[in-house]
């Protein structure tokens, strides 16, 4: 037979027309009446709520990584400051307090100095002549000095200190100005043996 | 059924049952048609028809008017259903009504399958010439096959035999240019 003729044959074939009227009837009612309609309208709330959820989901760790965690972490640099006992002993020292903390260059700096009461005292010990909120742009005229201590997170301790003078804000302090001390655990153990000067 | 209205009933059908039941109805004969002339067993038909329909309500949500029509889409599911088949010595039959109640469908209403089969095989045999040239048909590799049942049986522009299968018009012609050689041969 040649390739038309197939074609023709192919063409004009009577093909079975058969239905399976219960079949098509069972399933029809098997398919309406299963439930996946009332699933669709779960599945548009999930449409819905999905993009939402995900927006707010980037935003809550947006805000977390942006403004939670630096608290949470200049709160904790705090914490370890106060309790290091090398700072205790320069704070008792000098009568210091923690005048400012900063995130900065992947770093928690905790500067030390004395408090903003004392700034008009003329007691001010000597290498802390003026003291002032280093976070705070209302007394841009002043000047203070004092201790910036390098706080590391990770080991819960201070890990570097260095000294400064004559600085007007915290974030104005250049740090590779400052001649960084390392504090080694065994040091900060036993702070009446640390070269304060 | 236009192809306005189908779009519409389409849209609708993502959410109303009614939408869907006249879309059921209107493809129920032609998808039941085209895996009969297929695999030329009525269970097999009936399964894979069900199956069909069934993976059709639950990816309806997901269904885009794009590239594909609804009509091709169906058809394209159907297809993958036979060709299922025909791989599987013995296919899983999940779309039986028996396995669509076990999945929480509703239960079927009454009807008698073994007698409406009986008579419905009766009709197939009297169709002997189809039957002849079937048998050698369900020879060929599968490509062959689907191009053949689409294009002759289904009377299926090229355009929508390669919408179906998701091939390119021209390769539906060279396919289906081989396909007939093919069978000429085994004739």
Redo the contacts between chains.
């Keep these: ?3 038309e003729d ?2 023709e ?3 004009n ?25 009332k699933q ?2 779960i ?2 709330w999930a449409k819905i709520l999905a993009p939402i959820t995900a927006a707010v989901a980037i935003i809550v760790v947006m805000a977390f990584f942006n403004v939670i965690q630096p608290q949470l972490q200049i709160a904790r640099a705090k914490e370890i400051a106060r309790n290091d006992p090398y700072v205790q002993a320069l704070i008792e020292e000098h009568e210091l307090d923690i005048a400012g903390v900063q995130l900065r260059d992947g770093g928690v700096f905790v500067l030390l100095a004395l408090p903003v009461a004392e700034t008009r005292d003329q007691s001010t010990p000597e290498g802390c002549r003026i003291v002032r909120d280093a976070l705070s742009p209302s007394s841009e005229e002043e000047l203070f000095s004092g201790y910036i201590l390098k706080v590391d997170l990770l080991e819960k301790r201070v890990s570097e200190f260095g000294e400064i003078d004559e600085v007007t804000a915290l974030k104005d302090i250049n740090l590779e100005d400052i001649d960084f001390v390392k504090l080694e655990p065994a040091e900060t153990a036993a702070p009446e043996e640390a070269d304060l000067e | 059924m236009d192809l306005n209205e189908e779009k519409e009933l389409v849209r609708q059908a993502q959410k109303a049952p009614d939408a869907f039941a006249k879309l059921y109805d209107h493809y129920y004969p032609k998808i039941f048609g085209y895996v009969l002339r297929r695999t030329v067993n009525l269970e097999a038909a009936q399964d894979i028809t069900s199956e069909t329909f069934v993976k059709a309500l639950r990816k309806l949500w997901q269904f885009r008017w794009r590239n594909v029509s609804f009509s091709a889409w169906l058809y394209k599911i159907a297809t993958n259903e036979i060709n299922q088949y025909f791989r599987q010595a013995e296919y899983r039959k999940s779309a039986s009504l028996e396995e669509l109640q076990e999945q929480g469908f509703e239960p079927m209403s009454p009807h008698d399958p073994e007698s409406e089969l009986v008579e419905a095989q009766e009709k197939l045999k009297q169709y002997e010439d189809f039957l002849e040239i079937q048998e050698k048909i369900v020879r060929l590799p599968a490509k062959y096959q689907e191009v053949i049942t689409l294009r002759f049986f289904e009377q299926k522009q090229i355009k929508e035999i390669a919408e179906i299968l998701g091939k390119r018009e021209g390769t539906i012609k060279s396919l289906l240019h081989r396909a007939v050689e093919k069978l000429r041969e085994a004739d």
């Design positions: 037979m040649k390739h197939l074609i044959k192919l063409k074939l009577k093909t079975p027309e058969i239905e399976l009227p219960g079949h098509k009837q069972a399933l029809r009612v098997a398919l309406l009446n299963s439930g996946h309609f669709r309208t599945m548009d």
